[in-house]
Antibody, heavy 117, light 107 residues
Framework: EVQLVESGGGLVQPGGSLRLSCAVSGFTFSSYWMNWVRQAPGKGLEWVANIKQDGSEKSYVDSVKGRFTISRDNAKNSLYLQMNSLRDEDTAVYYC??????????WGQGTLVTVSS | DIQMTQSPSTLSASVGDRVTITCRTSQIISTWLAWYQQKPGKAPNLLIYKVSNLESGVPSRFSGSGSGTEFTLTISSLQPDDFATYYCQQYHSYPITFGQGTRLEIK
């Protein structure tokens, strides 16, 4: 059974940092590009970042460039999102998902990040 | 960035109806388009990829079509489980972008 389980969300003050993790099982993690996608409360889906199978290529939406870093550990079947300099507008449910080739067949259940003072 | 515009934003329909949701893109995206269904509190679920390819396990009442900058998702006969929000997504170029969503509600 395919499983993606996000963790690390929570309440953080503006300017603070969080590191999200996504533990995967049930498929060959190292064969997939991986995505982070977020959804602000009551809003639509927004792609955040993705990473190639070996970590050699990464892309980000402009609004998080320089603040967020996507990474992965294929030995641990895990995907990460380091989020620094958090802003109110980063408040959202963050989903990890596969991204091969371009669309997302598998998704986690999401983890809520709330940025508020 | 490629802008994605879905219409309508909200659609009221009844069980058994045939419904169509349209997604227009600001640039030609070839066939790099997917559709997702999302229910409240749940992650999105892939329905269609590459415009018209049905994801494994998705009922055949869902279909996709289109080309260039205009694409459609059709549900041939609505079932109670289909009332949800639907998103299109382009993966032609970065940044990957989604439509704003179409909420399908019971009439």
């Amino acid at each position: 059974e395919v499983q993606l389980v996000e963790s690390g969300g929570g309440l953080v003050q503006p300017g603070g940092s969080l590191r999200l993790s996504c533990a995967v099982s049930g498929f060959t993690f190292s064969s997939y590009w991986m995505n982070w996608v977020r959804q602000a409360p009551g809003k639509g889906l927004e792609w955040v970042a993705n990473i190639k199978q070996d970590g050699s290529e990464k892309s980000y939406v402009d609004s998080v460039k320089g603040r967020f870093t996507i990474s992965r550990d294929n030995a641990k079947n895990s995907l990460y999102l380091q989020m620094n300099s958090l802003r109110d507008e980063d408040t959202a449910v963050y989903y990890c998902a596969t991204y091969s080739p371009g669309y997302s067949s598998y998704w986690g259940q999401g983890t809520l990040v709330t940025v508020s003072s | 960035d490629i802008q994605m515009t879905q219409s309508p934003s909200t659609l009221s329909a009844s069980v058994g109806d045939r419904v169509t949701i349209t997604c227009r893109t600001s640039q030609i995206i070839s066939t790099w388009l997917a559709w997702y269904q999302q229910k409240p509190g749940k992650a999105p679920n892939l329905l269609i990829y590459k415009v018209s390819n049905l994801e494994s396990g998705v009922p055949s009442r869902f279909s996709g079509s289109g080309s260039g900058t205009e694409f459609t998702l059709t549900i041939s006969s609505l079932q109670p489980d289909d009332f949800a929000t639907y998103y299109c997504q382009q993966y032609h170029s970065y940044p990957i972008t989604f439509g704003q969503g179409t909420r399908l509600e019971i009439k």
